[in-house]
């Protein structure tokens, strides 16, 4: 499952955004994280800011929820 919002373009979303967009989607963070095969606590620390996402599982959870641009995004 991807995320229920379009991915930003040039600046990342903020995790109160990221909580907005699947707010308004109908779509639990809980659900999405299990459709994805992440943790779910794990995902809300990254969404939470306690976990930065510079690398690992985490980074990979911050560039599917669109709080970190990937290298392709920067390069456009």
């Known amino acids: 499952m ?3 919002y379009p991915l930003p373009t040039r600046t990342p ?3 109160e955004r990221v909580k907005e ?3 308004a989607a109908g779509i639990t963070i809980s659900a999405w994280a299990e459709a ?3 943790p779910r606590h794990q995902v809300y620390m990254v ?3 306690q976990f930065k996402g510079r690398r690992g599982t985490s980074h990979e959870i911050a560039l599917k929820l669109g709080m970190k ?3 392709e995004q920067l390069a456009a």
Do not use: D, E
Request: avoid cysteine; proline fraction near 6%.
């Open 13 to 15: 979303y903020t995790g």
């Open 69 to 71: 641009l990937s290298v």
């Open 2 to 4: 991807n995320v229920p």
């Open 36 to 38: 994805n095969g992440y």
């Open 47 to 49: 969404i939470n800011g």
């Open 21 to 23: 967009l699947f707010r």
